[in-house]
């Protein structure tokens, strides 16, 4: 208490401090900003988005995720839904655009009741309540799909259906023209089937990591193609190596075959020829010692995270090795997983046991670069997608699109539901939750009625980007669904209602809907739960220095992605 007229000062000189009604309205105001952004993203027809980040570079994308992971977003919760983005796409890989949209939606029906003077604490609750309700309903619309991939018979059967999912994932995305998605397809879905492992709990399990988009530039994408091995973008480190080895031993090394100099400056005394030769004859001795290793266990191949000195490639290639270096952390991993070896941190250590196997190992011309294969692997669960494109934008964008099948296909396999796309199921929520709200008493209800509103944000969107009246759409797409069809949605790309979204092959796993609903209600309900912004006023610095102090601030909201 500031008794005597002393006035206590709780915060530092320059916080800015708003609070209570003005601080949650400039909260949703700045999240529905960002959402605003991505409306015009969503669905087959979105638009795409131009950033250009502060080294000028330019992306060119509607792949939600990867707007929001490119914008630099200011306030804290804009921050907070860029978040749930992220959080979105990390766990299914699919949904980003449709959870932002719907969390704005949320926020702006919230704004409403907050008008007629409903408490923010009755808001959530209703929206909690509506969410859990919605994703019951999502599951019982759900169409459970009949996949099996144990015999040759099962995965024809299944193929279609995969190749209906994969489609959903990519029909919306850059790489548009129909012979390129169906190929893109092809490739996802050979790649899905050969890495599957059935869960004893029912369902598949798709290690997402056993698949690697590998990118070079060059050719087309439709020649792009599915290697069953692992394809690293290096060449064989000497000329006088095979460029083809069979039954390939390969040693994964994680240590230099290189003298490591020595960090401090030594100053070496020489006084003769003699000692010169001799300082120079130890090295060689101790690079030759090392192939020498390698030579006894047995490995035919050595693929080499760190460098690999001439003199030491001199003596590999005599030995008929054929050797890469310089290979990245992430692949060195991959090719552990996909050919039973074990990297190596010492190679005083190599044992045979550590060598990994594969039938060949095998230099080729990709382009005009050459390319080092490792096919027919031990685990033959290790598969890359071989991305060629003309240039970086059209390999980016495909490798995002790929990742988004891939992604949709391991979501549907691990939970073997689907939902018609197209708004259907948004339609036929909030039919069911507005009759569901009857049941709810009180102010929630309002809440509850809101949150159907905003989930019919989606069609309305879906149909003005179709060039359709939003409003009739809706309208009608009500009145299919209340008499009970629920598969009516939109078709987008023709611009017209349909009455049976399967017919466009146009589906979204249930994971991902799921996701959606409960990312946005997380983020809408967190950002109604603040009633107070203070932010610490920024401190006087330049450039980077300052951006990454600003970041710092917020980090609870977001971790700084510093490179
Ligand atoms: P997100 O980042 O949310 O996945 P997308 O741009 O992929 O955003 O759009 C997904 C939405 O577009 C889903 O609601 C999906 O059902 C819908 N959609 C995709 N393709 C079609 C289509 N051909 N016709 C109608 N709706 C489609
Ligand atoms: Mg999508």
């Known amino acids: 208490m500031a008794t005597y007229g002393i006035p206590v000062l709780v915060l530092k000189e320059g916080t800015s401090r708003t609070y209570g009604r003005e601080a949650l309205r400039a909260n949703i ?15 087959p027809k979105g638009l795409d988005k131009m950033l250009v980040d502060s080294f000028g570079d330019i992306t060119v994308t509607n792949d939600g995720a990867t707007i929001v992971k490119e914008m630099e977003v200011q306030h804290p919760a804009a921050k907070l839904l860029v978040e749930t983005a992220k959080a979105v796409d990390a766990e299914v890989g699919d949904g980003t655009t449709s959870a932002v949209v719907l969390a704005g939606a949320l926020l702006a029906r919230a704004e409403n009741l907050l008008d007629q003077n409903i408490h923010p604490s009755i808001i959530i609750e209703g929206y909690k309540k509506a969410a859990e309700k919605a994703v019951e309903i999502l599951e019982e619309v759900a169409d459970r799909v ?84 692992i394809v690293l973008d290096k060449e064989v480190v000497h000329p006088g190596m095979p460029k083809r080895v069979e039954r390939a031993r390969i040693a994964l090394l994680d240590a230099p075959l290189e ?39 047995g490995a035919n191949v050595v693929i080499c995270q760190k460098g690999i000195d001439d003199v030491a490639q001199h003596f590999l290639a005599k030995r008929g090795i054929l050797a890469v270096r310089r290979v990245k952390r992430s692949d060195m991993e991959k090719l552990e997983r996909a050919t039973g070896g074990r990297i190596v941190t010492s190679i005083r250590d190599l044992t045979e046991k550590d060598l990994g196997y594969a039938e060949l190992v095998e230099e080729r011309r990709v382009g005009n ?59 036929e929520v909030a039919l069911g939750l507005r009759k569901w709200a009857e049941t709810v008493g009180g102010k929630e209800q309002l809440a509850v009625l809101a949150f159907a509103d905003a989930l019919e944000e989606i069609p309305v969107i879906l149909a003005r980007s179709a060039g359709m009246d939003p409003l009739e759409v809706l309208m009608e797409l009500r009145r299919l669904h209340a008499a009970g069809n629920k598969y009516a949605g939109i078709n987008v790309i023709e611009g017209k209602i349909e ?23 997380e983020a809408a309900t967190a950002i109604l739960k603040v009633d107070d912004l203070i932010a610490a006023s920024p401190l006087k610095k330049e450039g980077k220095e300052k951006k990454e102090e600003e970041e710092g601030e917020t980090k609870t909201m977001s971790k700084p992605e510093l490179d």
């Open 259 to 297: 003298i490591e100099k020595p960090d401090i400056t030594a100053k070496i005394n020489i006084t003769s020829p003699d000692q010169i030769k001799r300082f120079l004859d130890e090295e060689t001795r101790l690079l030759k010692e090392m192939v020498d290793k390698i030579v006894s266990v």
């Open 369 to 427: 670069d050459k390319m080092v294969f490792v096919e027919g692997c031990k685990n033959p669960k290790a598969v890359t997608i071989l991305v060629r494109g003309a240039n970086d934008m059209l390999l980016d964008d495909a490798e995002r699109s790929l990742n988004d099948a891939i992604n949709a296909l391991r979501n549907a396999l691990r939970e073997p539901k689907v939902l018609p796309g197209g708004g259907a199921p948004e339609v």
């Open 146 to 229: 009949n996949i099996g991939l144990e015999t040759s018979e099962e995965i024809e059967r299944s193929k279609p259906i995969l190749r209906e999912l994969a489609y959903a994932a990519l029909a919306s995305k850059y790489i548009s023209s129909p012979d390129i998605i169906d190929h893109f397809i092809d490739l996802v879905v050979e790649a899905v089937i050969t890495v599957a492992e059935k869960r004893p709990e029912g369902g598949y399990l798709v290690r997402t990591d056993n698949i690697k988009v590998e990118k070079k530039k060059g050719a087309s994408l439709a020649e792009s193609r599915l290697v069953k091995g």
């Open 29 to 43: 105001l700045a999240a529905r900003a960002l959402a605003e952004v991505l409306r015009t993203s969503l669905g």
């Open 499 to 521: 009455e049976d979204m399967r017919k466009l092959k146009v589906l979204d796993p249930l994971t991902v809907k799921k996701q959606i609903i409960r990312a946005a209600t």
